[in-house]
């Protein structure tokens, strides 16, 4: 299951969605500074793969998380003592990399746990950052909220100049373009904006002419086809892009619109400015994306209450339509 070399042998371990794994990448890259010339592999699960084979941090990706807790408690046992791992950290693992937990204390490899708490208050970055600082991976040993460094996908360029794929004209895109992150059809009426509103941002965005883009798994693809054809000129890319693509536009996109949904973290992690609708009294402080640039929250006792100018005045305030499209 894993190799060896004369290098220090480092595993990262990692099991969540695609929110959680976008914050991974924000300790994975201090782990990766910290430990310059050790060989990093990543064990983590298969949904991701397409994104996380192309990062840097890691020498190594092993998508095979579910499949190793899946086997046997003597299985794991035996292939935790057979491992030549010196180090392993915990990057907030769900129950498959619990199992390859209790199985890895028959190992000689250090554990360091990165996981918060369950209940513990403040956001997975800054508790992340805090469990860094205690392990020496980092000059502070605490970080408030909001202090800890985001996660980036800026490599993502070094994989453009590669791939026509994430070249934004690629799908018809040739200016200015903002993206839109519903939440599908799987998710409760009250935590998703009216399909109106959405039109009638589309429809604003056009005036100013940048081009809505609506992006989004199958679940998303009623609301891209209504918005899509209320509003001459909105894009409908649900179900259209994978992960990197999804990671391409991000990087250049003027701005991003969405729920709170896992997609949004990717796109503002991939460096776009960004309005996050959130229904209820309280901003989601603790949960909320972060990126290279500001995220707007917007938050009202329902989505409704929400206009599509009040949205576009809230992305003038993050600095969505300032200058041009960043080039990759």
Same mark, same amino acid.
């Given at each position: 299951?894993?190799?060896?070399?004369?290098?220090?042998?480092?595993?990262?371990?990692?099991?969540?969605?695609?929110?959680?794994? &976008?914050?991974?990448?924000?300790?994975?890259?201090?782990?990766?500074?910290?430990?310059?010339?050790?060989?990093?592999?990543?064990?983590?699960?298969?949904?991701?793969? #397409?994104?996380?084979?192309?990062?840097?941090?890691?020498?190594?990706?092993?998508?095979?998380?579910?499949?190793?807790?899946?086997?046997?408690?003597?299985?794991?046992?035996?292939?935790?003592?057979?491992?030549?791992?010196?180090?392993?950290?915990?990057?907030? #693992?769900?129950?498959?990399?619990?199992?390859?937990?209790?199985?890895?204390?028959?190992?000689?490899?250090?554990?360091?746990?990165?996981?918060?708490?369950?209940?513990?208050?403040?956001?997975?970055?800054?508790?992340?950052?805090?469990?860094?600082?205690?392990?020496?991976?980092?000059?502070?040993?605490?970080?408030?909220?909001?202090?800890?460094?985001?996660?980036?996908?800026?490599?993502?360029?070094?994989?453009a100049k590669r791939s026509r794929t994430l070249d934004p004209a690629?799908?018809?895109?040739?200016?200015?373009?903002?993206?839109?992150?519903?939440?599908?059809?799987? #998710?409760?009426?009250?935590?998703?904006?009216?399909?109106?509103?959405?039109?009638?941002?589309?429809?604003?965005?056009?005036?100013?002419?940048?081009?809505?883009?609506?992006?989004?798994?199958?679940?998303?693809?009623?609301?891209?086809?209504? &918005?899509?054809?209320?509003?001459?000129?909105?894009?409908?890319?649900? +179900?259209?892009?994978? *992960?990197?693509?999804?990671?391409?536009?991000?990087?250049?996109?003027?701005?991003?619109?969405?729920?709170?949904?896992?997609?949004?973290?990717?796109? &503002?992690?991939?460096?776009?400015?960004?309005?996050?609708?959130?229904?209820?009294?309280?901003?989601?402080?603790?949960?909320?994306?972060?990126?290279?640039?500001?995220?707007?929250?917007?938050?009202?006792?329902? *989505?409704?209450?929400?206009?599509?100018?009040?949205? &576009?005045?809230?992305?003038?305030?993050?600095?969505?339509?300032? +200058?041009?499209?960043?080039?990759?």
């Amino acid at each position: 299951m894993f190799g060896q070399d004369d290098k220090e042998q480092i595993l990262v371990i990692h099991d969540g969605d695609l929110a959680d794994m &976008v914050r991974m990448l924000a300790p994975a890259k201090r782990i990766r500074e910290h430990h310059r010339k050790a060989r990093i592999t990543l064990l983590t699960g298969e949904d991701f793969e #397409s994104l996380l084979k192309h990062c840097p941090y890691f020498n190594a990706m092993e998508p095979t998380l579910h499949q190793a807790a899946g086997q046997g408690f003597f299985e794991r046992m035996k292939a935790a003592r057979n491992s030549h791992f010196d180090l392993i950290y915990d990057l907030g #693992s769900g129950d498959a990399g619990k199992k390859i937990r209790r199985a890895a204390r028959f190992s000689k490899a250090k554990w360091i746990d990165l996981a918060p708490a369950p209940k513990t208050s403040g956001h997975p970055l800054d508790l992340a950052a805090t469990r860094l600082g205690a392990a020496g991976l980092y000059e502070k040993a605490a970080y408030r909220l909001g202090e800890a460094p985001p996660p980036e996908l800026d490599w993502v360029d070094f994989v453009a100049k590669r791939s026509r794929t994430l070249d934004p004209a690629y799908f018809g895109l040739q200016g200015r373009y903002a993206l839109f992150a519903p939440a599908g059809d799987d #998710s409760p009426p009250p935590t998703r904006w009216p399909k109106e509103r959405w039109a009638s941002l589309a429809h604003q965005l056009i005036e100013k002419h940048v081009e809505p883009v609506i992006v989004g798994g199958p679940s998303t693809r009623e609301l891209g086809r209504y &918005v899509a054809h209320v509003t001459p000129g909105a894009r409908d890319l649900t +179900g259209r892009a994978n *992960l990197v693509q999804l990671a391409g536009l991000g990087r250049q996109a003027q701005c991003a619109f969405g729920e709170d949904v896992p997609l949004l973290h990717l796109l &503002v992690a991939a460096g776009s400015p960004a309005v996050l609708f959130h229904p209820g009294d309280t901003p989601p402080i603790e949960t909320a994306p972060r990126g290279p640039l500001p995220t707007i929250l917007m938050h009202a006792p329902t *989505l409704a209450q929400i206009s599509a100018p009040e949205a &576009v005045q809230a992305m003038r305030c993050a600095g969505g339509f300032d +200058g041009d499209a960043r080039a990759a």
